[in-house]
């Protein structure tokens, strides 16, 4: 099929095709937008393909392919293919590969989109039951006026896509449409587009992780972003400790959190090879070890069948084998996670700073004390009640102060208190000796390799502890816990350590909060009121939001592994982009979902 001649004159054109095989369509699509002087700005292809292809699998199929150089950049971006939705990008960000992996049926109900083209590919046709519901679900992901191609003439699928509200052309073997819907299509709250057709310009409250990566993903959208950072630059609080760790996680269930986190996981792994090639961080993105008490190798092996996790997203090894990929002996077996790793946030963060160039500027030494809302934008005013700036769109991405400026609303956050502790590498002997690994590892505490001639491990975690002074008895307790991290008694004295305290927002259900702020009553900014529904408050897409107004933040201790895709998140929320991430998650880390809880507790009584 040749690209669609009707994205001349689309910002962003999306086309969502059932099968992706061995990427010829997508290949195809992309070198004529290359060749199109009319072209998009933005081509985003999304792909639902049923069969997982590792990237072996896939250079084999693609070694005589006409599109040499473009297969080429496929190749080398290919992802291990877990059953996640996949972001990929080329061409600068313009030209966006979006890879679902699982049965269509499935993936129809999750995907974020507005879809300007449909192409149903004979495999799935094939394959899949073309009901009521799914035809539903593709007009549910119509922009007005996309058009769809089916390469069968079955009259279930026309009819179908007829109740759907799609006008139907039949021609022997093929199925041609196009979304003209007699009525108007609802569109759940949270999953509007701020300011759609208006200035591309948004605040964002926050220089750490959240708000560097942020306003990276906003860049990418075309849009530019101010940042207002408190502290004297950039990533100086939270994200301000010498080194942190970045890793997926592996549960039997493989619920919410797990999918969460493989998927931010797959997204930090080339956020920090990036930042290392091309911005000069320090860090490695090369293997992480995760230490497993609960299950034996047989176990953890079977988990892994279970959930059909590839080898290059996750392995069991064994206790001698994790101590091997180390250098250190363990005494517990471990998941070697080969895109995992450790990075210097503030790096991380300077990356995606220097990645939003010239749609970016940044603020320091400047406090922000309140909002307000008037004549179309949001004003961030400061101690004395002077505008500091005003754009259409806020994004609040500074941790624990966004409750503050939202008056803090009932959401389920703590603050933590964490110590690190740095020892000199000498402390824990010569290179190669028992105290010195050479990958990061993770459990109940952490150690990382060498960096700059020092080590560091960790952290305590204390909530509602307010002192930020560097204590002797948490580097004690850090020693305690790396000891039993490890199995190998380290003699390193507690009083020769050094350390950093600060403070981590936590959400209680261990995910961060992202998304438009839900309304709440209590505080109205200034502002009338958007565009609600009232209907199914227990569902977070459908809560009443503030519009305009945007969080990111309860990154807790995984900044790192989270920024890179939460960025994005929020990204796509706010420009109306396809979302990086299926629906259930997205719930599941609205902001409104503490809103729902209370809605759902208060039915149930």
């Known amino acids: 099929m040749t690209a669609p001649p009707h994205w001349q004159g689309h910002g962003r054109?999306?086309?969502?095709?059932?099968?992706?095989?061995?990427?010829?369509?997508?290949?195809?699509?992309?070198?004529?937008?290359?060749?199109?002087?009319?072209?998009?700005?933005?081509?985003?292809?999304?792909?639902?393909?049923?069969?997982?292809?590792?990237?072996?699998?896939?250079?084999?199929?693609?070694?005589?392919?006409?599109?040499?150089?473009?297969?080429?950049?496929?190749?080398?971006?290919?992802?291990?293919?877990?059953?996640?939705?996949?972001?990929?990008?080329?061409?600068?960000?313009?030209?966006?590969?979006?890879l679902a992996v699982g049965d269509v049926s499935a993936w129809l109900p999750e995907l974020v989109a507005a879809v300007d083209a449909f192409h149903l590919g004979a495999d799935s046709l094939l394959q899949t039951a073309w009901d009521t519901r799914l035809c539903k679900a593709l007009g549910r992901l119509a922009a007005p006026g996309a058009r769809l191609?089916?390469?069968?003439?079955?009259?279930?699928?026309?009819?179908?896509?007829?109740?759907?509200?799609?006008?139907?052309?039949?021609?022997?073997?093929?199925?041609?449409?196009?979304?003209?819907?007699?009525?108007?299509?609802?569109?759940?709250?949270?999953?509007?587009?701020?300011?759609?057709?208006?200035?591309?310009?948004?605040?964002?409250?926050?220089?750490?992780?959240?708000?560097?990566?942020?306003?990276?993903?906003?860049?990418?959208?075309?849009?530019?972003?101010s940042v207002l950072e408190r502290r004297a630059g950039i990533a100086e609080e939270s994200s301000g400790n010498p080194a942190g760790l970045f890793h997926g996680i592996v549960n039997v269930q493989d619920g919410?959190?797990?999918?969460?986190?493989?998927?931010?996981?797959?997204?930090?792994?080339?956020?920090?090879?990036?930042?290392?090639?091309?911005?000069?961080?320090l860090g490695s993105a090369e293997g992480l070890l995760r230490l497993e008490t609960a299950m034996d190798p047989a176990a953890m092996q079977a988990t892994l069948s279970a959930l059909a996790l590839p080898a290059d997203y996750v392995q069991a090894l064994t206790a001698a084998e994790a101590g091997t990929r180390c250098g250190m002996p363990l005494k517990h077996p471990a998941w070697f996670y080969p895109g995992g790793g450790?990075?210097?946030?503030?790096?991380?963060?300077?990356?995606?700073?220097?990645?939003?160039?010239?749609?970016?500027?940044?603020?320091?030494?400047?406090?922000?004390?309140?909002?307000?809302?008037?004549?179309?934008?949001w004003h961030a005013l400061d101690a004395h009640g002077s505008v500091i700036d005003a754009a259409p769109v806020l994004l609040l991405a500074n941790a624990g102060d966004a409750l503050r400026l939202l008056g803090a609303p009932a959401w389920l956050i703590e603050k933590v208190r964490g110590q690190i502790s740095i020892a000199p590498s000498a402390a824990f002997g010569p290179a190669g000796s028992p105290g010195r690994c050479t990958l990061p590892i993770a459990?109940?505490?952490?150690?990382?390799?060498?960096?700059?001639?020092?080590?560091?491990?960790?952290?305590?975690?204390?909530?509602?502890?307010?002192?930020?002074?560097?204590?002797?008895?948490?580097?004690?307790?850090?020693?305690?816990?790396?000891?039993?991290?490890?199995?190998?008694?380290?003699?390193?004295?507690?009083?020769?350590?050094?350390?950093?305290?600060?403070?981590?927002?936590?959400?209680?259900?261990r995910l961060p909060v992202i998304g438009a702020v839900p309304a709440?009553?209590?505080?109205?900014?200034?502002?009338?009121?958007?565009?609600?529904?009232?209907?199914?408050?227990?569902?977070?897409?459908?809560?009443?939001?503030?519009?305009?107004?945007?969080?990111?933040?309860?990154?807790?201790?995984?900044?790192i592994t989270w920024s890179a895709l939460g960025g994005r998140i929020v990204a796509a929320a706010i420009t109306g982009a396809p979302a990086p991430l299926e629906a259930s998650l997205l719930n599941a880390i609205d902001p409104a979902r503490f809103i729902t809880r209370q809605v759902r507790r208060s039915t149930d009584r």
Request: positive net charge; glycine residues 10%.
């Open 342 to 377: 450790w990075v210097q946030p503030a790096a991380l963060a300077r990356a995606f700073f220097e990645q939003a160039a010239g749609r970016v500027a940044l603020r320091t030494n400047v406090a922000v004390q309140s909002l307000r809302f008037g004549d179309g934008r």
């Open 256 to 281: 919410a959190h797990a999918r969460f986190n493989r998927a931010a996981a797959l997204a930090a792994c080339a956020a920090v090879r990036t930042a290392i090639g091309a911005h000069a961080a």
């Open 13 to 98: 054109f999306v086309l969502l095709a059932t099968g992706f095989g061995h990427g010829e369509h997508f290949l195809s699509t992309w070198n004529a937008w290359r060749h199109d002087p009319q072209r998009c700005e933005t081509l985003c292809f999304i792909a639902i393909e049923p069969q997982s292809l590792a990237c072996a699998g896939l250079q084999q199929a693609l070694a005589r392919s006409p599109l040499a150089d473009i297969a080429a950049a496929l190749l080398a971006a290919w992802p291990p293919v877990t059953r996640n939705l996949h972001r990929l990008d080329f061409d600068g960000a313009r030209v966006q590969l979006m």
């Open 149 to 225: 191609v089916a390469h069968t003439d079955a009259p279930a699928l026309r009819a179908g896509l007829a109740t759907a509200g799609f006008e139907v052309q039949a021609e022997p073997g093929i199925t041609t449409a196009r979304y003209a819907p007699k009525f108007q299509t609802r569109r759940a709250v949270a999953r509007l587009a701020a300011n759609p057709g208006g200035e591309r310009r948004a605040l964002i409250v926050g220089g750490g992780l959240a708000g560097c990566a942020a306003a990276s993903a906003l860049a990418e959208h075309g849009w530019h972003s």
């Open 520 to 559: 709440m009553p209590h505080r109205d900014f200034g502002q009338s009121s958007g565009p609600t529904q009232t209907r199914r408050a227990d569902q977070a897409r459908f809560v009443p939001r503030v519009p305009g107004l945007f969080v990111f933040t309860a990154l807790g201790s995984r900044g």
């Open 443 to 509: 459990g109940a505490g952490y150690l990382l390799p060498e960096l700059l001639g020092h080590v560091m491990f960790g952290a305590t975690a204390q909530a509602g502890d307010d002192d930020a002074a560097v204590r002797h008895a948490d580097h004690v307790a850090n020693l305690m816990q790396l000891e039993r991290l490890t199995g190998t008694p380290l003699p390193v004295d507690a009083s020769l350590l050094e350390g950093r305290t600060a403070w981590r927002w936590s959400s209680r259900d």
